[in-house]
Every structure is written in C-alpha cells, then in structure tokens.
C-alpha cells in the first residue's frame, strides 16, 4: 500500500469517524425565546435585576443558602422550562420541577397534602376553580412579593395567598406546509367554510382550564351553533399539545391553539402559524403562591419576587402571554402584534365566569362534540 494510499484510506475512516458522530449526535438545541436579562447586580448584597431589586440583602442571603425549590406546576413543559431556564441563569437557584397536566396536578396535590406527603414550594396552576379549591383546603400561605407593583386589578387572591401571574392566549392557527398564508384562514367564522372539512382539530374542553376558556368565549362569542356546525368538521384531541403535535405533521390542516406554544413549535422549525382572528382571541389566567409546605421558604419568595417583577413578566411576554403589569408591552410574537389586553378583542374569562359555567360548559361542549371522556 502506498503512502498515498495509506493517507487516502486515513482520511475516509475519518470521515467515516465524523460522519458516524453526527450521526449520533442529538439534534442542535433551540435557541432560548426569552431575551436574557440586561444587569444583574448585588448592590450591598440585594440581588437587583434590569434596576428592579428582586430580594434585599437578608432575603437574598438565605434563598441562595437554600439554593433549589421544588415547583409543583400546570403550565407546559416547553413553555415552563423556558421560564425556568432564565430564572436560573439569573439567579442560580435551582428548580426541581413537578409537571402534570391541571386536572392531574391537582388531584396529586390534594392527595398529597391530606397524608402530609407534600414537597411544594410553589405551585402554579390555571383553573380558577383548582386554585380556589387548594386554596380552601389550606395549600397556600400568604406572602406579598416585594415587586407587585403597577398590577392589573384583579391579580392578587385571597389576602395574597395567589396571584395571577400571566395569561396565556387561545386562538385558532394553521400549518402553513399545506395552506398558503394567502389563504390562510382571518375569523372563526371562515374555518366553517367547505374547504376545512375534515381537516380541523380542536382540544376537548375537560383537558383543562385553558379549553374551557375557549369553550366559554365560542358559546358567548360564536354560539353554540357555531360549535355544532365545527364539531361536524373537527377531530378532537385530548389535550392541546396532542393537537398541536398533529397540526405541525399536517394532519390537520388549522385547528385552535395556544399563542405560547405556536411560539415553542416554530422555535422547533414546525411549520405553524396562529391568527388573530377578527372576532378576538380568549385569553386565560395562571395562578402562582407559595405553598403552605415550602421547606426553602425564601428562595420560594425570590422565585414569586422575580416572577412578578419586571424582569419575569418579559420573559413571559416573550413567550407569548400576556403580563399582569401595566408598564409591560403585549406580546409581539413571529411578526404578530397582540392587541392590549385591554383591547375588547381579548376576552379573559374572569374567575367568577369560570365558576359560575363550566360545569354547563362542559356539559355543553360534550353533547355538542358526542365526546364521553
């Protein structure tokens, strides 16, 4: 074998070395959605981030003596672990994280708060029903974070035992691979039109609180003709991720959708858009306290300080959802500039309407889809 051979023979094993690697390697991770902080800073031994004092020196010095909280939380997986990641870099407290859809995530919590099982420093639920009903049962204790300033009304809960926290926001959307933009749906009403048949999706309304707030808007928005005439087009889906997941393969054609998760997928490179639709969009609310449980007490306040603070509700609003502040700007998410959240095309569902209809929401939407859970 020649020297040039040799080398020749050298360089393919090589390539063959590399290409095998990358082969094996898991895919590049996505770039983070939410901008990083701009300062951080410790002034006398505060922890101060963006200008804004998150904890003073005597809160700051026992949370990171505590170092980690557990988090018992509703929220998405993709949309939490963003959050999480940034209140990590900022921070350096650890996060252990419990996530179970809300309907899950409550029936844990209760059971295991009533044998005393119970790890939560914080939890963080949507439903206004779950969180009153942990509420009741004593799974919250009062803390007023330091940065509750310049809230909407209706934020704090129960002598500051909860707070809502952010909202997130329903629409409808499409997977753009199969429609053209040009085409692409602009109302609720056009996804009624013949060429939809069969190529919609929608959530069923007991996966959570989130599908009941579009069922509530859909009845008193749209009606419940509207319901009927889309449950004859529509497959449905036990939760929203599982329908997101079947619009981003085009097994769907458009179907409803968080803006968050839109937000998420296309970060993924899935090929889904969301609209903001003329009749408006619903927008739903989450719910964070500290638990009556917390065993890292302070670094559990830190967590609530940051996720009210300035600093927190931006990366929530980079993400999509809406901020519990005046002084944060709406979402402006893939190009799309989200209205107030003022504006009458977002409609929140207020507790006391949640309250007062889901049970004949649900019941509702059930006849209406011929779904049994």
Known sequence: MTTSTIRRFGAAVCAIAVAAVTACSPPPQAPSLARSAGSITEPGGALVIDGEQIADPDLWSRAESEGTITLYSGYTQD??????????????????????????????????????????????????????????????????????????????????????????????GYNRAVVDPTDAPTSWNSLLEDRWNDKLGIAQAGSGGSALALTRFQR??????????????????????????????????????????????????????????????????????????????????????????????????????????????????????????TDPKVHRITPEESTTHSAEDQAAWNSIFGYNE
């Open 79 to 172: 949309t939490e672990s963003e959050v999480l990641e940034q209140f990590e870099a900022d921070t350096g407290i650890d996060v252990k994280l419990v996530r179970l859809t809300s309907n899950r995530l409550y029936e844990r919590l209760t059971a295991e708060y009533s044998t005393g099982r119970l790890d939560a420093d914080v939890i963080r639920i949507s439903d206004p029903g779950f969180v009153r009903g942990l509420a009741e049962r004593g799974l919250f204790q009062p803390y007023l974070p330091g940065t509750a300033n310049n809230l909407q009304d209706d934020v704090s809960f129960d002598d500051n035992r909860y707070f809502r926290t952010f909202n997130p926001i329903y629409t409808f």
């Open 220 to 341: 008193d928005v749209l009606g419940d003709d509207y319901l009927r005439r889309y449950s004859s087009e529509a497959r449905v889906f036990d939760s929203i991720g599982a329908q997101l997941d079947a619009l981003a393969r085009g097994e769907i054609n458009a179907g409803t959708v968080v803006v968050s998760s839109v937000n998420i997928a296309n970060n993924e490179n899935a090929p889904v858009d969301f609209v903001v639709p003329d009749e408006g969009v619903t927008s739903y609310d989450y719910y964070t306290g500290v638990a009556d449980t917390a065993r890292n007490l302070a670094a559990a306040e830190v967590f609530m300080n940051w996720n009210l603070s300035t600093r927190g509700q931006r990366v929530f609003t980079d993400l999509g959802e809406y901020s519990v502040r005046t002084d944060v700007d709406p979402p402006n998410i893939l190009g799309v500039q989200l209205p107030d959240f």
